[in-house]
């Protein structure tokens, strides 16, 4: 038996995920897990006080001993996958400098309109400015931006298409509820990038961005991606570095993948969640 993406087998023994670890559920004499991402665990109680039972990957009666690890160091040493650079952008900043006034319009945007409120339209006009400036600054051609809620990478969508438009960026988005096609439909021209030859000056070029929640993290194979996008805070350190591998498989004329972590000056909690993580 082989187990891919094995530490959703973690966790709480009764959920249907960590049901491969089981004989009852499926008999076999050798299991093979395989992951990017082991989780450790330690002990959990319930509402009780009493000890859960919790699979956890350094548990050697249930996953075994570790039989080969590939360190990304390593890996990147080898070109199997690409080098990551994180980019920190104060988004207070990046306004000033594309021309968005403090006041309830600016130059990429309306704000207030139906659909979020100023405030939320605001931020994502910021994060909007931000990917702008990422195509601009480091020729990233494709993009994929992970949000809180489906809600959320809907209005995005809205909002960047509007502000970004009229600077040859498209915008598409994926949720969980699209059928297969629906999803691949969206992602073709994110997949076609990769066969496309670099422009001699790469922002000078189009950009495709791909927004959604959760459903691009894992399992999905697009070496094209070069810039991953964090819209919301992320706390559980498997998921921001499943997102991140999004960006760094190698694809033609990809020197490094991206990770823009929005941030201000009044909070840096993004920038040292995403140095603990790396």
Same mark, same amino acid.
């Given at each position: 038996q082989i187990c891919d993406e094995a530490h959703r087998c973690t966790g709480r023994r009764t959920k249907r995920d960590a049901q491969p670890l089981s004989d009852g559920f499926l008999r076999a004499s050798r299991r093979l897990f395989l992951t990017a991402t082991p989780r450790l665990l330690g002990a959990k109680r319930d509402k009780e006080g009493e000890?859960?039972?919790?699979? +956890?990957?350094?548990d050697v009666q249930l996953f075994g001993r570790v039989v080969y690890r590939?360190? $990304? *160091?390593?890996?990147?040493?080898?070109r199997i996958?690409?080098?990551? @650079?994180?980019?920190?952008? %104060?988004?207070?900043?990046?306004?000033?400098? $594309?021309?968005?006034?403090?006041?309830?319009?600016? +130059?990429?945007?309306?704000? /207030? %309109?139906?659909? /979020?409120g100023g405030v939320a339209s605001?931020?994502?006009?910021?994060?909007?400015?931000?990917?702008? %400036?990422c195509h601009r600054r480091h020729g990233v051609r494709t993009a994929f931006c992970f949000c809180s809620n489906n809600a959320r990478a809907a209005e995005l969508e809205r909002v960047a298409r509007s502000s970004l438009a009229a600077h040859g960026v498209a915008l598409?988005?994926?949720?969980?509820?699209?059928?297969?096609?629906?999803?691949?439909?969206?992602?073709?021209p994110v997949r076609r990038a990769a066969s496309?030859?670099?422009?001699?000056?790469?922002?000078?070029? +189009?950009?495709?961005?791909?927004?959604?929640?959760?459903?691009?993290?894992?399992?999905? %194979?697009?070496?094209?991606?070069?810039?991953?996008?964090?819209?919301?805070? @992320?706390?559980?350190?498997?998921?921001?570095?499943?997102?991140?591998?999004?960006a760094s498989r190698r694809?033609?004329?990809?020197?490094?993948?991206?990770?823009?972590?929005?941030? *201000?000056?009044?909070?840096? +909690?993004? $920038?040292?969640?995403?140095?603990s993580v790396v």
């Open positions: 000890l859960v039972a919790v699979g +956890s990957m350094d590939l360190a $990304y *160091s390593d890996a990147v040493a080898r996958v690409a080098p990551l @650079k994180l980019v920190f952008l %104060d988004l207070t900043k990046l306004v000033e400098e $594309y021309g968005l006034a403090p006041q309830p319009a600016s +130059s990429l945007v309306a704000l /207030g %309109d139906a659909g /979020g605001r931020e994502l006009a910021e994060l909007s400015a931000a990917m702008l %400036d598409g988005r994926v949720s969980g509820r699209m059928n297969a096609p629906a999803r691949a439909q969206v992602l073709d496309t030859p670099l422009p001699a000056e790469p922002s000078n070029g +189009s950009m495709d961005i791909v927004t959604n929640c959760r459903v691009l993290g894992e399992g999905v %194979d697009v070496p094209a991606v070069d810039l991953v996008v964090f819209a919301d805070a @992320k706390q559980s350190h498997v998921d921001i570095l499943q997102c991140m591998g999004r694809s033609l004329g990809k020197e490094f993948g991206h990770v823009l972590v929005p941030m *201000s000056e009044e909070d840096s +909690s993004a $920038y040292e969640t995403a140095v």
